[in-house]
């Protein structure tokens, strides 16, 4: 599948078969995770830990495995931390294993025992790792229903043309690439990316949400960008372009409550 049809059939998942990862799907995963860069340049340590290890979550059900990254604070690093987590998401797709990240509904102390935290050191998500059940559980499809899971903003509300008063009614060229970007999954479906397009620069915003970042010393929306960033660079290269990352500011007008995160030119 191209990486927009992978985008397209994933959804997060919470209900699995309790069957545990076959040896191969785990060395694959194992084998992305190492090498899950990101065009920040920031280092993640990734691991797959056991569900035997005491871990558990109360919106989870069935799952023998989960993956989790840890990072140490500095500018960017839940940015980088979303665009290297999504490589490993994708990758899971492809061979039907299923995910959601999770921030907040686990048991956080058991996680980051079994994550080793130092002194410095993150771990803001995790994602259960496993075959989704035939059915869904009714918490699931409860949740699911509740934050409109399976819906997402019109084009014109993302996506601008060289102003935030102009929104963009065509992507032209570079539509599958952005078509991925609002497809995006984000914490509660606040899909908090902005993108105006200038020429052949596409310069990304994040509108905040307020309490994304209140008191767990790094930001969930930033991650959500990093996602979109990572959604975005991989359907430009594989249509053929070849996106330069830059952090420089174009100096575009903001409405409240928006700010710049990055840019990819081609």
Not at 164 to 193: C, H, M, T, Y
């Amino acid at each position: 599948m191209s990486i927009l049809d992978t985008i397209r059939a994933r959804r997060s998942v919470r209900t699995f078969d309790g069957i545990d990862l076959y040896s191969g799907d785990l060395e694959k995963i194992e084998e992305c995770a190492k090498g899950a860069d990101n065009p920040y340049g920031q280092l993640i340590e990734w691991r797959i830990l056991s569900a035997d290890e005491g871990l558990s979550s109360p919106v989870i059900v069935g799952a023998q495995r989960f993956i989790a990254g840890k990072m140490r604070r500095a500018e960017h690093a839940e940015e980088a931390f979303g665009y290297s987590f999504e490589k490993i998401v994708l990758l899971c797709e492809t061979l039907g294993v299923g995910t959601t990240i999770i921030a907040g509904t686990m048991d956080r102390g058991a996680f980051e025992r079994a994550m080793e935290l130092k002194s410095g050191e993150v771990m803001p998500c995790m994602s259960p790792l496993g075959y989704p059940a035939k059915k869904m559980s009714i918490r699931e499809g409860m949740m699911r229903t509740g934050i409109k899971a399976d819906s997402r903003l019109d084009f014109g509300e993302i996506f601008f043309d060289g102003a935030f008063d102009k929104p963009l009614s065509d992507g032209g060229a570079i539509k599958d690439a952005l078509e991925a970007v609002r497809l995006a999954p984000s914490a509660v479906n606040k899909q908090p990316w902005r993108v105006v397009l200038d020429g052949s620069a596409a310069h990304f915003y994040i509108k905040h949400a307020r309490g994304y970042g209140a008191g767990t010393g790094w930001d969930m929306q930033k991650i959500d960008l990093g996602i979109a960033l990572c959604h975005f660079e991989l359907a430009m290269r594989e249509k053929g372009f070849e996106p330069r990352f830059e952090l420089a500011d174009p100096g575009i007008k903001t409405p409240e409550g928006v700010d710049y995160i990055a840019s990819f030119r081609w």
